[in-house]
């Protein structure tokens, strides 16, 4: 069974600066799917960031980016210059590769939430 | 339509009460999921959709949960005899589908249960 740890339950960032949240995962599986989700108060889960295990090169959208690495099973998240916005519930996310049958659910960790302080 | 949209916002239900939470997918979307997210918690899955058919509901807590959708768009997750431990977010999810493109699953507000 797949398992994702978030070790930092709150973390707290001024405004302009960089943080950077941890997420570490257990699998057996190959190929696979790892997300970044921020969930602010207004409750709906929105995708920051995705890293296909395949890929070496990490993946960056914007302010946002990831330091993946596969034999270690860490997915850390950076956050570059940050703002008032950014404070909400980050998630990280695994899906395993669909081939057809299996379920592409996705498996959460307990998240972090990130305060940024004006 | 535009996002995943779930209805109600917020349900507060006296124990023993049977309650239905609804979620309309994204147009088009053939995978549909139903998370639980209780308290201070990660989400974790319920049950998820294929078109019409339901293919896992090995995250169902009991059988007392049940879910539907019927036509392939528009699912019902219906809870009886609702206990205190039924508390939390209620979460649907819906994506592309298997060899159909990106496997971002696109999250609605939730529906906020509360039994007293």
């Known amino acids: 069974a797949q398992t994702v740890t978030q070790s930092q339950p709150e973390m707290s960032v001024q405004e302009a600066e960089t943080v950077t949240l941890s997420c570490t995962y257990d699998?057996?599986?190959?190929?696979?799917?790892l997300f970044w989700y921020k969930q602010p108060p207004s409750r709906q889960m929105i995708l920051v960031i995705r890293?296909?295990?395949?890929?070496?090169q990490n993946a960056t959208e914007n302010r946002f980016s990831v330091n993946f690495q596969k034999a270690a099973k860490s997915f850390s998240l950076k956050i570059s210059d940050s703002q008032l916005g950014d404070t909400a519930m980050y998630f990280c996310?695994?899906?395993?590769?669909?081939?057809?049958?299996?379920?592409?659910?996705?498996?959460f960790g307990t998240g972090t939430l990130l305060a940024v302080q004006p | 339509g535009a996002g995943v949209s779930q209805s109600p916002r917020y349900k507060v239900a006296k124990r023993g009460q049977d309650v239905a939470l609804r979620c309309d997918p994204i147009?088009?979307?053939?995978?549909l999921f139903w998370y639980q997210q209780a308290l201070g918690q990660g989400p974790e899955f319920l049950t998820y959709?294929?078109?019409?058919?339901?293919?896992?509901k090995s995250g169902l807590p009991s059988d007392r949960f049940f879910a539907e959708r019927p036509e392939g768009s528009v699912s019902t997750l219906k809870i009886q005899r609702t206990q205190q431990e039924d508390s939390a977010v209620y979460l649907c999810?819906?994506?592309?589908?298997f060899g159909r493109g990106s496997p971002e699953a696109f999250f609605g507000q939730g529906t906020r249960l509360t039994v007293v």
């Open positions: 147009s088009g979307h053939v995978s």
């Open positions: 959709f294929q078109n019409e058919a339901q293919l896992d």
């Open positions: 699998t057996s599986e190959n190929n696979y799917y």
């Open positions: 890293q296909e295990a395949y890929k070496q």
């Open positions: 999810a819906s994506s592309l589908g």
């Open positions: 996310a695994f899906m395993r590769q669909n081939y057809g049958g299996a379920t592409n659910k996705l498996i």
